[in-house]
T-cell receptor, first 113, second 111 residues
Framework: TAGITQAPTSQILAAGRSMTLRCTQD?????MYWYRQDLGLGLRLIHY???????GKGEVPDGYSVSRANTDDFPLTLASAVPSQTSVYFC????????????FGSGTQLSVL | GESVGLHLPTLSVQEGDNSIINCAYS??????FIWYKQESGKGPQFIID?????DKRQGQRVTVLLNKTVKHLSLQIAATQPGDSAVYFC??????????FGTGTRLLVSP
């Protein structure tokens, strides 16, 4: 079982450029999440979605947007990247009844220069 | 120990020893406390959770203890193995889909 698949694995991006991080799950989980992980700050929630067609803002949503056209896919878009968005990005999913039990992808290392 | 907000970098143990990773939390209203394991180059992996109305929960080789009086959470790993080497994060659920993660403790297991 693949679980959560993220792409790309890593990316170097020029400041001001846009980029979409892809995330696909095969567990039929209703809820999906995007976190960023920065040294010394732990994991912080960017956006989440409880079901296809709905999204919500997390702790650090500024500069990011998401969409949830179907159950399986939850892309994260940076419209105009800035160096402070350099981070490791993790997509996760959970059953809606157990939101504390997250299943994470392997992450995307993004460097904005 | 680790705190949701503070950082304890490394815990070194010998293979076969028991490991104890500590975490302090701040929100007395949190209803779930969770431990995740993150190996190098991978995403975090759920280990075990405990509801706020429990003091102790056991899994396979792991035990989580919750002391609500002092807002302290610990993860005990029995007979630590080299494969247990990883960064361990505690998290508290402060709302239905609101998890606050700690900054992690690195566990190094020496043969």
């Amino acid at each position: 079982t693949a679980g959560i698949t993220q792409a790309p694995t890593s990316q170097i991006l020029a400041a001001g450029r846009s980029m979409t991080l892809r995330c696909t799950q095969d567990m039929r989980h209703n809820a999906m999440y995007w976190y960023r992980q920065d040294l010394g700050l732990g994991l912080r929630l960017i956006h989440y979605s409880n079901t296809a067609g709905t999204t919500g803002k997390g702790e650090v949503p500024d500069g990011y947007s998401v969409s949830r056209a179907n159950t399986d896919d939850f892309p994260l878009t940076l419209a105009s990247a800035v160096p402070s968005q350099t981070s490791v990005y993790f997509c996760a999913s959970s059953d809606i009844g157990t939101p504390e039990k997250l299943f994470f992808g392997s992450g995307t290392q993004l460097s904005v220069l | 120990g680790e705190s949701v907000g503070l950082h304890l970098p490394t815990l070194s143990v010998q293979e076969g020893d028991n490991s104890i990773i500590n975490c302090a939390y701040s929100n007395s209203a949190s209803d779930y406390f969770i431990w995740y394991k993150q190996e190098s180059g991978k995403g975090p992996q759920f280990i075990i959770d405990i509801r706020s109305n429990m003091d102790k929960r056991q899994g396979q080789r792991v035990t989580v203890l919750l002391n609500k009086t002092v807002k302290h959470l610990s993860l005990q790993i029995a007979a630590t193995q080299p494969g247990d080497s990883a960064v361990y994060f505690c998290a508290e659920r402060t709302g239905f889909q609101k998890l606050v993660f700690g900054t992690g403790t690195r566990l190094l297991v020496s043969p």
